[in-house]
């Protein structure tokens, strides 16, 4: 797999976002984009065996598009600059917790967990912690955890959700509003041989996390 090189095309794509220079270079966009669903093919079964939920999705049912929503942007660059894919049951578009991957020059990182949750499997994350915050705290004040992926990341509200009590300990853990990690990784995270690797351990560290999520939103799912 030439991840450099899929780089590479995507660092030159962010020079000439436009049209006439993609379809120009339609081929070399091709070459790219299967060396990035290569990698996440590869990736499909090693995650599976670490978290049997996501099932058997396709590597194509969980890389997201190339091409930008301009509708409602003022930037109307046509294409992103990045490949990425969510490894989670029913793919890209799953509702449920899972594993993302970010390929972008200057820009990639590994991470994942539950991004803009819609409200109802929110709340039903927020009653998981609220109920259980001594096993949530144990999964993201873990040594692994904080070592690879700090804290849960993004805008937290100012004032406790709406429904729980302002006077609950660990209020602060209710604030989020998203249940996602990252892991920033550099452009010579993959040109070395171990980038596999080190893509499977971070999976493995966020396991419990998406497990503890899930059970929440499978909640919610059903009722």
Same mark, same amino acid.
């Given at each position: ?5 899929? /780089?590479? !095309? ?11 220079? *993609? ?17 996440? =093919?590869?990736? $499909? ?14 590597? @194509? ?6 091409? #930008? ?20 049951? @029913?793919?890209?578009? &799953? ?8 390929? %972008?020059? +200057?820009? &990639?990182?590994?991470? =994942? =967990? ?13 009653? &998981?912690?609220? #109920? ?6 144990? $999964?993201?004040? &873990? ?5 690879? !992926?700090? %804290?849960?990341? +993004? ?8 429904? *729980? ?7 602060? /853990? ?14 010579? *995270? ?6 596999? %690797? ?6 493995? $560290? ?5 497990? !503890? ?11």
């Amino acid at each position: 797999m030439d991840m450099p090189g899929t /780089l590479d !095309f995507l660092r030159r794509l962010g020079e000439n976002n436009n049209r006439e220079w *993609f379809q120009e270079n339609r081929v070399h966009y091709d070459d790219a984009r299967g060396q990035f669903l290569q990698l996440v =093919g590869n990736l $499909i079964p090693a995650v599976r065996n670490i978290d049997p939920s996501i099932g058997v999705p396709e590597a @194509g049912e969980c890389v997201f598009r190339i091409f #930008r929503d301009v509708r409602f942007s003022k930037d109307k660059s046509p294409y992103k600059t990045n490949f990425g894919a969510f490894l989670a049951r @029913g793919g890209r578009k &799953s509702p449920y917790a899972g594993y993302y991957l970010h390929l %972008e020059p +200057g820009g &990639s990182f590994v991470g =994942g =967990g539950a991004y803009m949750p819609e409200p109802a499997r929110l709340k039903a994350i927020r009653t &998981s912690i609220y #109920r259980n915050p001594d096993e949530y705290k144990a $999964i993201v004040r &873990s040594p692994d955890f904080r070592n690879c !992926f700090g %804290e849960v990341f +993004g805008e937290k509200l100012k004032r406790p959700p709406k429904g *729980f009590p302002a006077d609950f300990p660990d209020i602060d /853990l209710l604030k989020n509003r998203h249940y996602a990690v990252t892991r920033a990784v550099s452009d010579d *995270f993959w040109t070395g041989g171990r980038f596999m %690797e080190e893509i499977e351990r971070a999976y493995a $560290i966020l396991f419990p996390f998406n497990r !503890f999520l899930n059970r929440a939103i499978e909640d919610a799912e059903a009722e």
